[in-house]
C-alpha cells in the first residue's frame, strides 16, 4: 500500500522514478508546470512540445487529451536526477469556484497518472499540485482530492509504494501541511 507525502520542492529535479506534469488537453507547456519541466527536459520547450504532440498521436491515436487520459514521455536531460518517465494528465480548469464536478475530473486526472505508474511498474511517482496555478482551483481542495484518490488507490496498487506531493512555493507547502492539521 502506497504512503503519501507532501514534501517542499521542484518537480523538475525531483528524484521519482515517474513525475506528473499538470497540462492542458493539447500538450501545449505554455506555463507553469508544464513551461519548467519542458525547459528542464529538452532545454528547448518547442521541441519538447513537439515530443509530446507525438507521443500522444502514437499513444492515444489523437491529439488532445480528456480528464483520465495520460500521455508518457521520457525523461531526457532529467534522467540525472533517476526520473524515468514524464506523464502527462489534464486537470479541471476552475478560475477560482469549486464543486463535485469539478473534483470528478481531478479524481480522474489523478488516478490516470497512478494506474500509469501501475503499469509502468515504478515505485515511487511525483505530483505537483495540478489545477492549483493557471487552472484556479483551491489549493486545500486540491491536495484533499489527492489524499483522497491517493488512499483509494492503495488497495489496487502493486508496484507503486510512495507517491509525493511537491509544492513549490513555501506558502503552498504550509497551506498543504495544514489541510492534515500538520504545522512546520
Ligand atoms: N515544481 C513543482 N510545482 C510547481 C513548479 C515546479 N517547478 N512550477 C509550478 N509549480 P500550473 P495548472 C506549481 O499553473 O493549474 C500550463 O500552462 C504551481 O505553483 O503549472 O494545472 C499548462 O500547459 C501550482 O501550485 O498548472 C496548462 O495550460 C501547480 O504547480 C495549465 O498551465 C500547478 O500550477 C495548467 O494549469
Redesign the pocket.
Known sequence: MPSFEIVR????R?PAEAIV????RY???????????AK?AAGNVDEYIRISKDAMKKQLGKSSIEHGEVVVTPPMRLEKFGIKYVIHT??P?CGGKWDEDKKGKLRKAILGALRKAEELGVKTIAF??????????P?EEVVRTFKEVVEGFSKGARSVEKVYL????GD?YRTALSVFGLNR
Open positions: 520542492g521542484d518537480i523538475t525531483f506534469n499538470a497540462a492542458n500538450l501545449e507547456h505554455g506555463g507553469g508546470v508544464a513551461y519548467a519541466i528542464a489534464v486537470g480548469y505537483p499540485a495540478i489545477s492549483a496555478g493557471i487552472y484556479g482551483c489549493l511537491v509544492l513549490y512555493s503552498a
